[in-house]
C-alpha cells in the first residue's frame, strides 16, 4: 500500500536537458506513466523521462502554488534547483517510491 503525498516533480530528458515540470497526488503512478508515454504531451514529446528533483508538501494547495511558482522560474533557477540537491542529475525514481511507501 503507498501513501498518497501531493508532490512537485521536475523530469529531464537527460542531465541538464530539457525540463518538465509537474505536480501529483501520487508521484509513483504519475511519474511511471511519464516514464512510459502513456500520456500524450510535453513529456512524451520531449522524452523527459528522468526524475531528478521531488518535494513533498502536506497539502496540494501548496503543491500547485510551488508548481506554478517553478513554471515560472528562469531556466537557470530551476538548474540550480536540480543541482542543489541532485548535482549528478541522478534519476530519483527509486527515492521517491520509498519516501511514498507506507511503513
Known amino acids: 500500500m503507498r501513501t498518497r503525498l501531493p508532490c512537485v516533480y521536475m523530469l529531464a530528458s537527460a542531465p541538464r536537458g530539457t525540463l518538465y515540470a509537474g505536480v501529483t497526488s501520487d508521484p509513483i503512478q504519475r511519474i511511471w506513466q511519464h516514464r512510459n508515454d502513456l500520456t500524450e504531451g510535453f ?18 494547495r501548496s503543491a500547485i502554488t510551488r508548481e506554478k511558482r517553478i513554471k515560472s522560474w528562469k531556466r537557470a533557477w530551476k538548474l540550480q534547483l536540480i543541482e542543489s540537491s541532485n548535482p549528478q542529475w541522478r534519476d530519483l525514481y527509486s527515492v521517491i517510491i520509498g519516501a511514498c511507501a507506507t511503513p
Open 43 to 60: 513529456s512524451r514529446r520531449y522524452g523527459t523521462h528522468r526524475l531528478v528533483w521531488y518535494e513533498l508538501h502536506p497539502d496540494m
